[in-house]
């Protein structure tokens, strides 16, 4: 875990389980999103630059933001679906999904609630909505097909700002030599090997990751959910224009809520379970 000087634990390199089939598991999920990224845009395509990198990248789950009007799953194009259906589906990926959930759990157990929580309210208000996984907490994941996932410097300023998302490495690539994520805001460079999972609060830290050799696959998994979908329930399953409107008002005030919202993260010394 990296632990702040208040002994917050604001990250953790969760590794990956102590499981003979893990690295089966992680080969499979580069073969499926080769494939997808192949059916997308066929052989020789590479996808298009974005504010996060030059590779292709597919997302699905419940999402709210942006300006849409209620929480909505997506993709919603035909083919974008059939696509995100097929690795739902692929027990390899959930697997990596469940892993990435737990690690949060252990290491962020009251966060994880709030996750949950959430997560289970809309899902009971709106049963047009449907959960990526069933043993994760994240309402989102974004598949980064690669076959060169290599991220520019970026926050995803759309994601719950005193959250964490759950990342999962992916590919055939020498983790002392590239593939490094970078957290920018506290000057770390850290080694992140194929079929590894991380937790960052990645609304709050610009992160990146060095560039890996030519020839060089690296691919990513990433799980996280929008905080406008805790607003979304908070505001009693309204917007907030509408709760305004409505003489709504919190029982807290915004800086109450932020520190609120960071009492959430552990402190190492009440994860002593977890030390020798």
């Known amino acids: ?4 000087k208040d002994g917050v634990v604001f990250a953790v390199l969760a590794g990956s389980p102590n499981d003979s089939g893990w690295p089966a598991a992680m080969e499979d999920i580069c073969s499926t999103l080769d494939r997808a ?11 298009a630059e974005h504010r996060r990198g030059f590779f292709l990248t597919l997302a699905c789950g419940i999402s709210y933001g942006g300006g849409q009007k209620v929480p909505t799953n997506s993709p919603r194009l035909p083919k974008e679906k059939s696509l995100t259906d097929t690795l739902l589906a692929n027990y390899s990926i959930q697997r ?15 966060l994880h609630e709030y996750y949950s ?4 309210a809309l899902e009971a208000r709106h049963p047009r909505l449907k959960r990526n996984f069933k043993n994760s907490v994240f309402a989102r ?15 995803d300023q759309n994601n719950l700002p005193a959250g964490l998302c759950a990342i999962t490495a992916l590919g055939d ?18 080694e992140f090997p194929p079929g590894a999972t991380m937790l960052i609060p990645s609304a709050l830290l610009h992160h990146s990751n060095a560039a890996i050799r030519p020839g060089e696959k690296r691919y990513s998994l990433t799980q996280y959910s929008a905080g406008g979908l805790f607003r979304w329930v908070e505001c009693g399953f309204k917007t907030k224009k509408d709760f305004d409107a409505e003489g709504g008002s919190f029982k807290l005030s915004g800086s109450e809520r ?3 919202g960071l009492r959430l993260y552990s402190k190492w010394a009440d994860l002593n379970f977890l030390r020798p």
């Open 1 to 4: 875990p990296l632990i702040d």
């Open 37 to 47: 990224r192949l059916e997308l845009l066929g052989p020789d395509g590479r996808g």
């Open 96 to 110: 990596v999904a469940g892993f990435g959930s737990a690690a949060f759990r252990l290491f962020a157990p009251k």
């Open 117 to 120: 929580d959430t997560l289970n």
């Open 141 to 155: 994941i974004t598949f980064n097909l690669g076959p060169r996932t290599v991220t520019y410097v970026h926050i």
């Open 173 to 190: 690539f020498n983790p002392e030599l590239g593939g490094h994520l970078i957290l920018w805001d506290v000057g770390l460079i850290i």
């Open 258 to 260: 932020w520190a609120e």
